[in-house]
């Protein structure tokens, strides 16, 4: 019977039945083989290892082997003991106590071949401050498509890896790897994702601000408006059009340029109509509004929604019409959506 695992990792495997634990067994470092070329890098330039290797002998000289989360161990076909992972903290143990020093170890067993790469890189969690990248997974992935242990035709197939090797992380970044894995293997993808890293640096090389910064050329805020940020970035449109920065001498009553982005795939893939929906919910928002909006009357004049915010650009995200190396434009005074201009060459 599969034990549970106070590895929170290892635990999630037998949860997901892809693993049996059979709790801590104590074995001489000498009897362990250690296989090197399975101990998969933190990052994908292993820079970590060496830096990681020092931190955890200095423990150990200091206070001790202390084995919160002893190294796993599973035993081959001929029955020997293999490092699965703890590659560091078993050097480390060594190099102070010797190869006679007998460490606890879980032991486990796997029911799948896929499951044991998974499992690996899982647990091999990087140091704090250099959290495992998107690529490095992307990575790790498309070594199992390659290996035929994972269908990169099959979203429901990627998921599951994906659950099993980052159950911690959030929607999006989940939506990203799974688009990043078929990408790497050959596989089109009709919704390209943007975070908002990725969309401040495209929108910066074509000259266009994000986050409310002001914009000289403009005259105006530049912004990112979204189906999800709708009420909030409107919200802050209207802060900014009654605010006056002092430092840099920005007059008030300015709008906000904002670059229209999808938070997924449209439905039946109609990207017109879905990011027609994001102006029109920004003008449901406004409308909601324009009775607060007391400068309008202070002003003699009707509330419309240009004074605050601007439609300038759509991100583009329809990868099988659109490239990814410019927004596109929208026509300040009609909001129609014009043609993407020319990917530039490389």
Not at 30 to 55: C, F, M, W, Y
Not at 124 to 130: A, E, M
């Amino acid at each position: 019977m599969s034990q549970t695992s106070k590895n929170v990792r290892i635990q999630l495997a037998i949860n997901e039945g892809t693993i049996t634990s059979h709790g801590i067994r104590k074995y001489a470092i000498k009897d362990i083989i250690q296989d090197k070329n399975s101990n998969v890098p933190r990052t994908l330039s292993g820079g970590e290892d060496r830096e990681n290797r020092a931190h955890i002998k200095d423990s150990i000289e200091n206070i001790g082997y202390v084995p919160d989360n002893p190294p796993v161990v599973y035993l081959n076909k001929n029955g020997d003991v293999c490092l699965f992972n703890g590659h560091h903290s078993t050097d480390a143990v060594k190099s102070v106590h010797g190869e006679d020093y007998e460490m606890d170890c879980e032991l486990i067993e796997f029911h799948n071949e896929r499951s044991k790469p998974l499992l690996q890189q899982a647990l091999n969690i990087p140091l704090p401050s250099k959290p495992a990248t998107l690529a490095d997974m992307v990575l790790n992935l498309q070594n199992l498509c390659e290996e035929g242990l994972l269908d990169k035709n099959n979203d429901a197939d990627i998921d599951s890896c994906i659950n099993e090797l980052c159950p911690e992380r959030g929607k999006d970044f989940k939506r990203r790897l799974r688009n990043g894995v078929k990408r790497s293997t050959g596989v089109p993808t009709k919704f390209r994702s943007w975070d908002a890293e990725e969309s401040k640096e495209m929108l910066a090389k074509n000259g266009i601000g994000t986050g409310g910064n002001w914009n000289d050329n403009k005259q105006g805020y530049e912004s990112v408006l979204k189906n999800a940020t709708a009420w909030r970035e409107m919200g802050k449109a209207v802060k900014r059009h009654g605010n006056v920065d002092v430092n840099k001498k920005n007059p008030s009553h300015r709008p906000t340029y904002m670059t229209i982005g999808l938070g997924g795939e449209p439905a039946k893939g109609n990207f017109k109509k879905a990011r027609h929906g994001v102006m029109d919910e920004a003008q449901e928002v406004f409308d909601n509004w324009m009775n607060y909006f007391n400068w309008c009357v202070e002003q003699g004049k009707e509330p419309h929604i240009s004074d605050i915010a601007r439609f300038s650009y759509v991100l583009p995200q329809d990868a099988d019409n659109e490239h990814d190396k410019a927004p596109i434009p929208i026509d300040d005074h009609t909001n129609m959506i014009l043609e993407q201009p020319p990917a530039p060459a490389e």
